[in-house]
């Protein structure tokens, strides 16, 4: 008798170990039927055990996605062997709300999910075990990590100054798109321009004029190129963008419009008024430049032309 009473003891201790542990555990037999759910369970979805008891799992909740889950969990029962399920491959299999009263990053608990086959006395998997984590902290602290990592990328390939690509980066673009050139035979145009008589804005208006002229000029780059076009800041007042799939011709129109919204504008800063201008060379890419500095050079020279002939200008690059 006291054998019998002591595995009711140990029985009702695993049971209460079951229903209290903070992971949530879903027992299911080959019919999706629920047989256990635990008080983590209950708690998170606001549904009793008793109301559940027996009933198909995708029948009382719907919103499961239903086909994956199926196959994971016949899966179990075919192969006798543990299912794993992380937050970063599906965020959630319940939508649970999450608790977390200290941080509250999420409204919804992020979980990882392992499934492990319950073998019957035949040595037969009758049932499957669900057994949900609550992994939202972890989640967060990673998503919060990987926002961060994209953030110091973002910092280490943009200018702080104008938000344009900065030298490094916008150099790699250019790069690429010269190796993209053999393969789809796509023709680019490369304009680089600077700010005429720049030091001069700086020594009379002073640098941090200076910077707002520079941003004015990027802000007129920005709402001049298309989306697809690839603007950056070369260095000081000097400026370089790449214009895909677009020829000289084409080119020479984006230089135009982009000089003449420059010559336009007027700077306010405090209580001054400052007008600039810009003076552009253009180069498209050819077969016969043999590598992204070629390129590069090539619209540099035509930047310079247009600084000998007076300034306020675009110049298109043409073989001597």
């Known amino acids: 008798m006291s054998s019998l009473n002591d595995d009711i003891a140990e029985m009702h201790q695993l049971m209460g170990i079951v229903h209290n542990v903070d992971v949530g555990l879903v027992v299911l037999d080959r019919e999706y039927r629920i047989k ?15 109301s559940l008891n027996d009933k198909n799992l995708f029948e009382e909740f719907p919103e499961l996605p239903t086909l994956w889950l199926k196959k994971k969990l016949d899966t179990v029962f075919l192969l006798n062997n543990r299912s794993f399920s992380s937050w970063q491959q599906r965020p959630y299999i319940f939508r649970f709300h999450s ?12 979980q990882n999910m392992t499934i492990f086959p319950l073998t019957g006395i035949s040595g037969a998997v009758e049932h499957v075990c669900l057994m949900l984590y609550d992994a939202t902290d972890a989640a967060m602290d ?23 690509l900065n030298r490094r980066a916008w150099e790699n673009q250019l790069q ?8 789809s035979q796509k023709v680019s145009t490369l304009v680089m321009f600077d700010i005429d008589h720049f030091k001069k804005v700086n020594d009379t208006y002073g640098h941090q004029a200076g910077d707002e002229v520079i941003r004015a000029t990027s802000a007129l780059l920005q709402d ?22 677009t020829d000289c011709q084409g080119g020479m129109i984006f230089a135009e419009r982009l000089r003449k919204a420059i010559e336009s504008v007027t700077v306010n800063y405090e209580n001054l008024q400052i007008n600039f201008c810009i003076s552009l060379g253009v180069a498209e890419i050819s077969k016969n430049i043999d590598s992204h500095t070629a390129w590069l050079e090539q619209a540099d020279k035509a930047l310079y032309q247009s600084k000998e002939g007076g300034r306020n200008r675009a110049t298109l690059y043409t073989q001597a």
Request: proline letters at 4%; hydrophobic letters at 30%; aromatic letters at 12%.
């Open 36 to 50: 256990t759910w635990n008080h983590f369970m209950w708690n998170h979805s606001g549904i009793s055990p008793f």
């Open 142 to 164: 990673e998503v919060a990590l990987q926002s961060a990592n994209e953030e110091l990328d973002r910092l280490g390939r943009t200018d702080g100054l104008t938000g344009l």
């Open 224 to 245: 001049t190129k298309r989306e697809i076009d690839i603007a950056g800041r070369y260095g000081g007042e000097e400026f370089c963008v790449i214009l895909l799939d």
């Open 176 to 183: 690429s798109e010269f190796k993209r050139f053999p393969r």
């Open 99 to 110: 608790y977390n009263p200290i941080t509250g990053r999420t409204d919804t608990m992020y």
